[in-house]
């Protein structure tokens, strides 16, 4: 009888989680309690990282079951406090300026509070009212900002149920994935008996359209998404065909249409068709963007589906400054943008766009229990089923912040990211390997000594019609010596956890094909300063020159072997 009664009892206390206490007294003081802690997180002075191991903290999460008694939501707060937010990476800090991830405005935790407590789903108008308009408003917004169609367009199609000017998804990676699934529907669509490839798959789509291969085609710099996306799809990680970039980071247009040419050229049957050629606006490690134009033109030429990839650098286009660098955008099939990169949004975001309002019409599902054939939800037209309502956050951000406030934010970005640029050559012991143009800044530390000996040998190098084989093996091994030493520097900066930058290992252009280790900065944090640049490059300058002590035996040993190898000593 008892237990029946505690039962009861449980339940009752359970039920009050589901509403609003009648007095909003809880409801505030745990509000309060958080909303406090969150800004001691902010507070906090220490490392950027927290100095717990890895080790440490698996020994903290390692309880194998589900805890059996319920808890008071104070001590689990408490918990969070002391086991999870103490231990998490402030990404917002203006010290950390290695990822495409930054400060956020404060009213944006307020916005996530206003999502999730609507709760929303965005699959269907009968989870999802005015936040079904509100998506659609804002992805006119965006659509008018990227393809500038005729004002008559987006009155018709701003809320038209028939069609999508595109999704709001849950990422970059699955907007990426949008776009090429319709791409791929677009390359095989029905035909007489043939019911297209979405019922088919690609084996039978080849067949009939008299194909080898279905192919996608990008720079060696675009996002792993790419890959992703050709494997989920069908098409195959080996029909992503990869073009080089030239010097300055974007894709080679000459080697890529020489590709396309090799691709679609020849007997029938042994011809690839080109799904889709894909421009990157804001490459992930450089920051710089395609020559779209040259990319549309050759798409058009080949009937390939042309998708840029903005992910990155979409949002510039806010700003008249950056319109240059798009050029072309306008005409592309599809693009994406990612909402928590320079949007800066909390994450996670992706918006993926259709130029022609039709054409999400060939990834359209419907069901019985939901998005029913006739309905008006906007779950008809995306991959995902359940989303949140997170499209409020860019929708009030460009109320809030608005095109100026976006304009302030990148001219602060980019005089960032000059700025840095100029420390590090000031500086001596760096070496810059880009020309930035979206805020992304690639360089190495590498000793002036050694600098000016691979200058000099680079020129011998390039002088030389030949190939010398024994200048190459020499840049090579220097190459990978100062490799190695940046491996080290980056792990030795991480251990010092005062700043951060990322670090990648690429074919740099300089160098190339020898991939060099490189530190990435992303400098897009508007509270960073020149002061905290500076301490950042003081930080690597005095670790890197203390690391070269170390290495500096092994380097002059290797001039010496090389030396004697080519018969001077
Ligand atoms: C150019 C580019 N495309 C796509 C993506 C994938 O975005 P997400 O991480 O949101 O899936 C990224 C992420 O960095 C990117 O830089």
């Known amino acids: 009888m008892k237990e029946i009664k505690d039962k009861k009892d449980n339940m009752e206390q359970l039920k009050k989680l589901f509403i609003m206490p009648n007095s909003p007294d809880k409801f505030v003081e745990f509000g309060h309690e958080l909303l406090e802690m969150i800004h001691d997180f902010f507070q906090e002075k220490g490392g950027i990282h927290s100095s717990i191991s890895l080790p440490e903290l698996s020994e903290i999460f390692n309880q194998t079951s589900i805890p059996e008694k319920p808890q008071l939501i104070k001590d689990v707060l408490k918990e969070i406090k002391e086991k999870i937010i103490k231990h998490s990476v402030k990404v917002g800090s203006p010290y950390y300026i290695g990822h495409m991830i930054s400060a956020i405005p404060y009213f944006m935790i307020l916005l996530e509070m206003i999502i999730a407590a609507l709760n929303q789903n965005q699959v269907k108008i009968e989870t999802a009212k005015a936040s079904s308009f509100v998506e659609r408003e804002i992805l006119a917004w965006l659509h008018k900002l990227v393809f500038k169609r005729k004002e008559r367009f987006y009155k018709k199609n701003i809320q038209n149920p028939k069609v999508a000017l595109g999704n709001i998804t849950s990422d970059g990676t699955i907007a990426n994935l949008t776009a090429l699934l319709v791409a791929r529907e677009k390359a095989f669509p029905p035909d007489g008996n043939f019911p297209g490839v979405r019922v088919t798959g690609m084996e039978k789509a080849l067949k009939h359209y008299g194909y080898s291969r279905?192919?996608?085609?990008?720079?060696?710099?675009?996002?792993?998404?790419?890959?992703?996306?050709?494997s989920i799809l069908g098409i195959g990680e080996e029909n992503v065909i990869l073009i080089p970039v030239d010097d300055h980071n974007k894709v080679d247009i000459k080697k890529l249409r020489r590709k396309v040419r090799l691709l679609t050229e020849g007997k029938r049957r042994k011809r690839a068709k080109i799904i889709a050629i894909i421009g990157i606006a804001g490459t992930t490690e450089t920051g710089n963007v395609d020559n779209l134009e040259e990319l549309l033109e050759i798409s058009k030429e080949v009937g390939a589906h042309f998708h840029v990839d903005a992910c990155w650098g979409g949002a510039a286009l806010l700003v008249d400054e950056y319109k240059h660098l798009f050029k072309g955008i306008e005409k592309a099939d599809s693009v994406t943008i990612d909402a928590h990169k320079l949007f800066y949004c909390p994450m996670t975001m992706g918006i993926v766009l259709f130029r022609n309002e039709k054409d999400l019409n060939y990834i359209k599902y419907s069901s019985q229990y939901v998005i029913r054939k006739n309905s008006v939800d906007i779950g008809r037209f995306t991959i995902e089923g359940s989303r949140p309502f997170s499209?409020?956050?860019?929708?009030?951000?460009?109320?809030?912040i608005g095109k100026n406030g976006y304009k302030l934010l990148f001219k602060h970005a980019k005089n960032s990211t000059e700025t840095l640029k100029a420390i590090l050559e000031e500086n001596g012991n760096?070496?810059?390997?880009?020309?930035?143009?979206l805020f992304i800044l690639i360089y190495r530390f590498i000793p002036k000594e050694v600098r000016e000996e691979l200058n000099l040998l680079l020129e011998k190098y390039k002088s030389n019609k030949r190939k010398n084989k024994e200048l190459e093996q020499k840049i090579k091994k220097i190459n990978c010596l100062i490799n190695a030493l940046n491996v080290k520097l980056h792990k030795e900066l991480r251990r010092d956890d005062t700043t951060f930058v990322s670090r990648t290992k690429l074919e740099s252009t300089r160098y190339r094909p020898y991939n060099i280790v490189v530190l990435r900065a992303v400098p897009i944090n508007p509270l960073t300063t020149e002061q905290i640049l500076r301490k950042i490059v003081s930080v690597q300058a005095s670790i890197g020159m203390k690391l070269w002590k170390e290495f500096r035996p092994a380097y002059l040993r290797l001039l010496e072997q090389e030396e004697r190898r080519v018969g001077l000593v």
Request: proline letters at 6%.
């Open 214 to 230: 279905g192919v996608i085609v990008a720079s060696i710099r675009g996002h792993y998404s790419i890959r992703k996306a050709a």
């Open 391 to 400: 499209c409020l956050k860019p929708w009030a951000a460009l109320k809030i």
């Open 430 to 437: 760096f070496e810059v390997l880009n020309e930035p143009e």
